[in-house]
């Protein structure tokens, strides 16, 4: 089975209202990582949350360990938001396993 | 925050043809690393770099795939013969101590 689910597949915001996004892994991670990609495709580092809560802008990440799964927190969402949110997880290989990402659009 | 740069962000190659794509990581990054994502797939490891030796790399990582980093320059990823399917964006990372990865903004590969 994937090793890392995301939901919702997608989403559908007006400008202003908070986004909340869902990460679920198989197996204990090591790393955690969210991840912005852009609708021309370039990518780039949000946060890095293997345990506990982060916070950066407008942008919150907790992620439970034990329970293996993680989220991120949009607060006062932009049109320029708008793009793929990517999880992904690193189980003691050194190397990243992504989920299939959160489309989010966000509507003016 | 750390830069990782990718040249170039659009390559158009013939197949058959070789092709060398490039990546100047972190500056103080040890390991290194090839993710490739086909167009509205999901994003794949491709192969992991340490102290000039490949560590680990994944079945899309063909033969005709190869990755080095000389003198400490560019970290490459050469593609020869190219074939149709090899057309992706192409992701490069580094990392200090294989902890947070720090991606390039990506080298879209057409081969045509």
């Known amino acids: 089975g994937q090793q890392v689910q995301q939901s919702p597949a997608s989403l559908v915001l007006q400008e202003g209202e908070n986004a909340e996004l869902q990460c679920n892994f198989s197996s204990t991670a090591t790393q955690l990582q969210w991840f912005y990609q852009s609708p021309g495709g370039s990518l780039v580092s949000l946060l890095s949350n293997p345990s506990g809560t982060k916070h950066t802008g407008r942008l919150t990440s907790t992620t439970v360990t034990k329970e293996r799964r993680s989220s991120l927190h949009i607060s006062s969402s932009q049109t320029t938001d708008s793009g793929t949110y990517l999880c992904a997880i690193d189980i003691y290989t050194g190397k990243l396993t992504f989920g299939d990402g959160t489309v989010l659009t966000v509507k003016p | 925050g750390p830069k990782v740069l990718q040249i170039p962000s659009h390559q158009i190659i013939d197949m058959g043809q070789m092709v060398t794509l490039n990546c100047d990581p972190v500056s103080n990054h040890l390991y290194f690393y090839w993710y490739k994502q086909i167009l509205g797939q999901q994003m794949e490891f491709l192969v992991n770099f340490y102290n000039g030796k490949v560590m680990e790399k994944s079945k899309l990582f063909k033969d005709q795939f190869s990755v080095e980093r000389p003198d400490g320059s560019y970290f490459t990823l050469k593609i020869q013969p190219t074939a149709l399917e090899d057309s992706a964006v192409y992701f490069c990372?580094?990392?200090?101590?294989?902890?947070?990865?720090?991606f390039g903004a990506g080298t879209r590969l057409s081969v045509l």
């Open positions: 990372a580094s990392s200090s101590r294989r902890d947070t990865l720090y």
